[in-house]
């Protein structure tokens, strides 16, 4: 999306007249990352949790201008870092109409434009680059050859008659077509070691060295790149000159606060039905839980697109369960939680001594989630007309196929109580769905706190 259409500027003349004042890549990113802290704008919509440690360093290392390499674990939002970085970016740019590298019309960088800057001067034709068309990804897999990211001779071109002495005949890579805007390679040490080698005079000396060509070019380029860091021993390894030309290296993380944790969910999964608050709050501790495990590898990292995919596989259980049983809403519950357990446990590295125990860690780790969620919640409140309606026999059955209006008809005791207005205003619960997870949470909670007990066949789980 565009906030604006592209100047209508179209000749080099008309670019001079208007005032145009070109400015160098790292220029550009510097003054405008400086403009929009100086307003009080945020550069970097979208990323939580980076705050106070990642985005302070970023920040220092563009104004810099440095290149930069992220270092973290999967998960963690490199990506979504770097592909920030665009804001950064004048929204427009002019370059010079069909140059292979889009130039800047006052800085001509190759033979074929340097020769129409000179036979069209002031008629030099000028199209307009939007700040997305400036930004090149490129994940770093092990087949990636120096032709993908620097370049290579271009048969057709010394087909159509220049010889190989031309320096036309170059079908320009990755790395040089970026120029005057960001390339950013994901996984690089997944890139084999010669291809790395290939970068070195790119990012530090700007010029190219294909099959015996060396051409010279002032390439404005800035290269950011991500790595996990245990990819240094396991897959590969960033070369120690590559890392050298690298400004900055920062190591990103995990967020560090539940509140940030639960934002990352809520902005990133896509729901099919109604998940509550508690419910992403019960995900994002849990997969914080997982973090702090000695059962897991930690080395591997558990992603943030656990806690989003488990979002989206209980919203998908509600879905399903207001289809087949009619209900009007689709409201995700806390008996939802054991479906999204069953598919998410191979998003997880265990330690090789926990074999055979996944399913128990996990079962373990959701209940503790779920315990510190009703903690959190219903502190203080007295559950006791519940526990006695229990206690005297009554029983209370639930199950994914169970529908919010069946559950909430089969409640002892409760009614219109007090408790149940507590425990629905505790919880924001306005609607049938809403109010039987909150009734659901408050009984998982008796069961974990060895108030009451629970029986489960996987189909139907009752509480007596």
């Not at 990323?47 to 998960?75: N, S, W, Y």
């Not at 010889?163 to 690089?188: K, M, Q, Y």
């Not at 205003?425 to 039987?436: C, H, I, P, Y």
Request: net charge negative; aromatic share 4%; charged share 25%.
């Amino acid at each position: 999306m565009t906030s604006s259409s592209a100047p209508t500027i179209s000749t080099v003349g008309e670019l001079r007249a208007s005032g145009h004042v070109a400015r160098t890549l790292r220029a550009e990113i510097r003054e405008n990352l400086l403009s929009a802290l100086a307003e009080g704008r945020d550069p970097w919509p979208g990323l939580h949790g980076f705050g106070t440690t990642v985005i302070p360093q970023l920040e220092r290392a563009l104004i810099a201008g440095h290149d930069i390499v992220l270092l973290g674990e999967r998960g963690q939002g490199k990506t979504r870092l770097l592909r920030t970085l665009v804001g950064l970016l004048d929204e427009w740019t002019p370059v010079i109409a069909g140059s292979e590298l889009g130039e800047h019309p006052f800085d001509p960088v190759t033979t074929a434009s340097v020769r129409r800057a000179g036979e069209l001067g002031d008629d030099l034709p000028v199209a307009w680059r939007h700040r997305d068309e400036r930004y090149a990804e490129k994940l770093a897999t092990p087949d990636t050859s120096v032709a993908d990211l620097i370049g290579d001779v271009d048969p057709m071109k010394v087909a159509e008659g220049r010889s190989l002495g031309d320096l036309e005949t170059i079908h320009f890579g990755l790395i040089p077509r970026s120029h005057r805007g960001i390339v950013a390679i994901n996984e690089l040490p997944d890139l084999a070691e010669r291809i790395q080698v290939a970068m070195l005079n790119v990012m530090e000396e700007r010029d190219i060295q294909i099959r015996g060509y060396v051409l010279r070019l002032p390439l404005d380029v800035l290269v950011v790149a991500s790595a996990n860091p245990e990819d240094y021993t396991n897959r590969g390894r960033i070369i120690t000159p590559l890392k050298d030309r690298f400004g900055a290296e920062i190591r990103t993380h995990y967020p560090l606060e539940l509140d940030s944790e639960i934002a990352v969910i809520r902005q990133e999964a896509e729901l099919v039905a109604e998940v509550p608050d508690y419910l992403v709050e019960i995900l994002a501790r849990f997969t914080r839980n997982l973090r702090d495990s000695s059962s897991v590898d930690q080395r591997s990292g558990v992603s943030a697109r656990f806690a989003i995919a488990g979002a989206e596989t209980i919203a998908a259980a509600a879905l399903h369960r207001a289809t087949v049983q009619g209900e009007d809403e689709a409201v995700a519950r806390v008996v939802d939680l054991e479906t999204a357990v069953d598919v998410l446990g191979g998003k997880i590295e265990f330690e090789s001594g926990e074999e055979g125990r996944e399913d128990e860690i996990l079962t373990h780790l959701l209940r503790t989630a779920t315990a510190e969620t009703v903690r959190a919640h219903f502190r203080g409140l007295d559950f006791e007309l519940l526990v006695d309606a229990i206690e005297s026999g009554s029983m209370v059955t639930t199950g994914e196929q169970v529908t919010a209006r069946d559950f909430l008809t089969g409640l002892p005791v409760l009614g219109e109580s007090e408790l149940y207005d507590e425990i629905c205003d505790r919880l924001g619960a306005t609607n049938d769905g809403q109010r039987a997870g909150a009734i659901e949470l408050a009984l998982e909670g008796l069961y974990l706190g060895r108030k009451i007990s629970k029986d489960s066949d996987g189909s139907e789980t009752i509480y007596g």
